[in-house]
């Protein structure tokens, strides 16, 4: 079952590769939402049959190299499965709002039902050379999005740079992973067995080694000061829904990376170092929250914003590795508000990147100053951003809120200081955010001279991108105002994961 | 004594075939040429066939312990001939018709004799005798097009391999003398108590020649000139054939014919496998010519490849790694080669501007393969490299394995540079360059990029085919 929802899109994918480029756009592309439609309704019928105190549910394990320690081994548990849930809903969302799409449609359809197998299959992974095989082709199939789907020859240049750098991360990440294969005696690459045995326990030097190389490779891929560099101009040159995915989906790699493998495979080396990663975690938000305030375009600042959310979670996760102080309950906590955080996340930041998608559709630009009093114009666009933007900021009653709470509550106890600076970087946000919505919605309407919209008109939100974007800030809302669904899933595993790290 | 030709068919039926194909060249017209390269292929394909049921025997040695049967003989045979066999494929659209057709398969059939017969000498004199085999007619391809860059290629490819094979053979002179004997066993006894300056002496100076063989520093001046000298497919033949025979005869030189620390052997592999790999790719950095480009990338792989030879001796893990990287490596360099083939007129980076467009399928080959030599999963090339990353992390050697990261991302940067181009826009007033040749090297690079992923995914089957214990 579970294969079946990751590979459905990537053979739906070669079929459509088959047939003859001159079919009509609409047909490629309405064929990839119904492919993300029935996708996403079986990850529905998984979560309603999952039993969340059962530990990992629809595991597969099969043999593929067993003489290098490498099996196909899927599995979801309550850290995975709404990822995987989060995962089939920006795919849909982002095959309904390319609707429009009319750029080599056939390619463009292909592969992002490619990458849909990708970021499912990675979030199912139990076996660390399957999680990078995955981590590594979502590489490559963003780099082809970006460069040719992109904003023109600077599209090619920042995808090329995205390419890089975070191929270097994959790669120091597999050195870790190499290490902790052979510190496993029998030599193995899967999760579960390497979760029990913990091979690293005792082993000082090597250890931090290890966890050095999956925690760099994971932090680039997250990313977190300083390796965010390749961030910005990565999004600020791809196409909407590129960007919806890379930030809502592909960010969360690096995040669960170190829920599924740095804190239970190395508990050892991850309590040691934990007080690293809440500095990181902290600097990373108030960083990512100043640089976005200094913005003048839209999309980069939505971007830094992303660098100050995935701060929280690593501030989240580095607070569950310090036992001193704290108990089973605040740890635990901690780690549901980040997993929390993580499709809070996704939901919101998918939403303003099409959201931004929508306004360069009209003028062609995603300069603040060169916006103002698009309200009048465009209600719906004004309203719409408007819920997303506060939903980002971390208001009560939309999913934000109940991640963030929850991240801050359980570091507070042990990380005041850490959890303090982390906080104030939240009036940043706001403050960022306010602005921008001010300076763009309200006000007397001016538009760009040039551009596809010059003759001042900017037409409202069609009933395409309405669909695409509003379900995202409805489940936002669900999550916000009735969590208990997600956290009855979250929770038991996040206990489970505080207990391995405690060991 | 064992003196069964039997035990050598895999080696002679290439052999068989080219004389075949010397005599029969003589009187086919000109048109019926492709009977020649059929029986090159069936060669090739017995070979192959023997191969397998050698496979399914017990090893041993033969002809007076001068030559060894064993598994990796046995993958040596699997590799070299088929690889062969993806040269013929691929030739077809540029040598039908030439006047030196049959020349071509009649020395790619030696050479590749020669590279096995490398991998399988179990002594100092066969070893120098597979090095000749291996060679000569290897000069002689580079040489076949006869145009002023083709010749001068192959005198610059035949100099520094004279001068090297001389260079080996006094060293194989001086650790005879010493040991009183040739074969590998009878060595590896005498080294023991021999002068330690004589061995080190001979032992660098064999792998002089070895290395001329890979293609690695400080032997590696003469591949980018072959290869950008030489038709297409001697260019993929050479870029990958003889490597296979060096990089098998230093393995067994180095673990069957020399005692256990009389030579620091592994640190000189190191050193060189660091040099091989950073120069190949620095230098391919600023290549705009694709097989140049090539030329370099594959040097940059002989480096790789060497971290394996570097901790041959430590662990198990290192044997299946190399022969399952050779596989690897050969299929999908074989690949690219094919599409350079298919392109004659695209000499350039920038000549493959509008790729995508014209040639979709073609272009889809090309990005799987040059990815597939990055290493990007699935392909078998990751495969490769993470269990060669592995072997020489477990051998003690974790700088190297950092410095082959360090590398892998740098050579991303050049292969990009030549996949960005082929997804823009052709501008319109160039001449045609994506002119295709013909079907045959089309379908070998389809075949070689789906090969290169269906053997990555079934890593499970081939991996241990590289195994297996050699003879002691």
Not at chain 1, 225 to 242: C, D, K, N, Q
Not at chain 1, 374 to 379: E, G, N
Not at chain 2, 102 to 129: C, H, K, P, Q, R
Not at chain 2, 394 to 422: C, E, M, Q
């Amino acid at each position: 079952m579970l294969s079946l929802i990751t590979f459905l899109p990537a053979a739906a994918g070669v079929i459509l590769a088959a047939l003859p480029a001159r079919l009509p756009a609409k047909f490629f592309l309405r064929a990839w939402v119904a492919v993300a439609a029935v996708d996403l309704a079986l990850v529905v019928a998984l979560w309603v049959a999952y039993n969340p105190h059962g530990g990992y549910a629809y595991g597969e394990n099969l043999r593929w190299i067993p003489d290098a320690g490498v099996g196909y081994h899927v599995g979801v548990d309550g850290l995975s499965l709404p990822l995987v849930a989060v995962t089939c809903v920006l795919f849909l969302a982002c095959g309904i709002y390319s609707l429009g799409e009319t750029r080599r449609p056939r390619t463009y359809v292909c592969l992002f039902l490619g990458l849909q197998t990708v970021c499912v299959g990675l979030f199912a992974a139990l076996d660390l050379v399957l999680f990078f095989v995955f981590f590594d082709l979502s590489i490559v199939g963003m780099y082809f999005v970006i460069a040719g789907w992109g904003h023109g020859e600077a599209a090619r240049a920042a995808a090329l740079k995205f390419f890089l750098y975070t191929f270097v991360g994959s790669l120091v990440l597999l050195l870790g992973f190499i290490g902790l294969y052979l510190a496993a005696k029998p030599h193995t690459f899967d999760i579960v067995v390497l979760t029990r045995a913990d091979p690293l326990a005792g082993r000082g030097a090597y250890a931090t080694v290890v966890l050095a190389a999956i925690a760099v490779g994971l932090a680039i891929k997250t990313p977190t000061v300083p390796f965010h560099t390749w961030l910005p101009p990565a999004h600020s040159e791809a196409p909407a829904a590129g960007s919806a995915i890379l930030a809502g989906v592909l960010l969360k790699f690096g995040t669960y990376g170190f829920v599924r493998i740095a804190m239970p495979l190395l508990p050892g080396a991850w309590r040691a170092y934990a007080l690293v990663f809440i500095i990181v975690g902290a600097v990373s938000a108030v960083y990512g929250a100043l640089v976005a305030l200094a913005q003048p375009n839209f999309k980069r600042m939505i971007a830094y914003t992303s660098v100050n959310h995935m701060g929280f979670v690593i501030l989240g996760v580095g607070a569950a590795g310090v036992l001193a102080g704290t108990d089973a309950q605040s740890r635990s906590l901690a780690v549901t508000g980040a997993v929390t955080q993580m499709v809070s996340h996704g939901l919101i930041t998918g939403a303003l990147f099409l959201l931004s998608g929508v306004l360069w559709e009209r003028t062609g630009s995603y300069q603040i100053d060169d916006h103002s009093g698009l309200a009048h114009r465009a209600p719906a666009f004004a309203g719409v951003t408007a819920v997303a933007a506060l939903a980002s900021l971390g208001i009560p009653g939309l999913s934000g809120f109940i991640a963030e709470f929850q991240i801050f509550t359980g570091s507070i106890a042990s990380q005041v200081a850490a959890t303090a600076v982390a906080v104030a970087s939240i009036v940043i946000t706001a403050g960022l955010f306010l602005r921008a919505l001010q300076r763009m919605l309200a006000g007397p309407l001016r538009l760009p001279a040039t551009g596809p919209d010059a003759g001042g008109r900017f037409a409202d939100l069609t009933a395409r991108e309405a669909v695409s974007v509003v379900p995202l800030l409805i489940v936002s809302a669900a999550i916000g105002v009735a969590p208990r669904w997600l956290l009855d899933v979250i929770e038991p595993a996040a206990r489970h994961l505080v207990g391995l790290v405690a060991r | 004594m064992n003196e069964n030709p039997g035990a050598l068919v895999p080696e002679i039926a290439p052999v068989v075939a080219a004389i075949a194909a010397a005599v029969a060249a003589g009187w086919i017209p000109r048109r019926r040429q492709w009977i020649i390269r059929a029986v090159a292929a069936a060669g090739c394909l017995a070979g192959l066939a023997a191969t397998a049921l050698a496979m399914l025997g017990s090893p041993g040695r033969v002809f007076d312990g001068s030559y060894a049967v064993d598994p990796a003989t046995d993958a040596a045979r699997v590799v070299v001939l088929g690889a062969a066999l993806v040269v013929i494929c691929l030739s077809v659209d540029t040598v039908a018709g030439e006047r030196r057709e049959a020349e071509f398969y009649i020395l790619v059939l030696l050479a590749s004799a020669g590279a096995v017969a490398m991998v399988g000498a179990d002594d100092l004199l066969t070893l120098f005798a597979a090095y000749l085999l291996a060679s000569i007619p290897a000069y002689g391809l580079v040489g076949l097009t006869r145009d002023p860059t083709g010749t001068e290629a192959s005198l610059k490819y035949y100099l520094l391999g004279a001068l090297f094979g001389i260079v080996m053979l006094a060293g194989a002179t001086v650790l005879i003398g010493v040991a009183a004997t040739s074969t590998y066993p009878g060595l590896q006894s005498a080294l023991a108590g021999a002068p330690h300056t004589a061995v080190a002496f001979g032992v660098v100076a064999v792998t002089a020649g070895l290395l001329f063989k890979i293609g690695g520093v400080p032997a590696q001046f003469w591949v980018p000139d072959a290869i950008d000298g030489a038709s297409t497919p001697a260019a993929a033949f050479v870029a990958t054939i003889p490597k296979i025979g060096g990089l098998g005869a230093a393995w067994r030189f180095y673990t069957h014919a020399l005692p256990a620390h009389a030579v620091n052997w592994p640190i000189l592999m190191a050193v060189v496998a660091a040099a091989t790999m950073s120069l190949g790719n620095l230098a391919a950095f600023a290549q705009t010519n694709v097989k140049r480009l090539l030329a370099y990338s594959t040097i940059s792989q002989a480096g790789y490849l060497l971290m394996a030879i570097t901790v041959a001796g430590r662990n198990g893990l290192a044997q299946r790694a190399l022969w399952y990287y050779l596989a690897a490596y050969a299929l999908t360099n074989l690949g690219a080669f094919a599409v350079v083939a298919e392109l004659p007129a695209a000499r350039t980076i920038a000549d493959y501007r509008g790729m995508t467009r014209r040639h979709p399928a073609l272009a889809a080959a090309l990005t799987v393969c040059l990815l597939g030599l990055v290493g990007t999963p699935p392909t078998a090339v990751f495969i490769a490299k993470l269990e060669i990353f592995t072997a020489t992390i477990d051998g003690g050697y974790t700088w190297l394995a950092v410095l082959a990261v360090a590398n892998t991302v740098a050579s991303l940067y050049y292969y990009l540079r030549w996949l960005a181009p082929t997804f823009l826009a052709r501008p319109a007033d160039r001449r045609d360059a994506l002119a295709p040749a013909g079907t045959w090297s089309a379908v070998t690079a389809y075949a070689a990029a789906a090969g290169s992923l269906a053997l990555g995914i079934a890593a499970g089957v081939a991996l241990p085919l590289g195994a297996g214990r050699l003879l002691p």
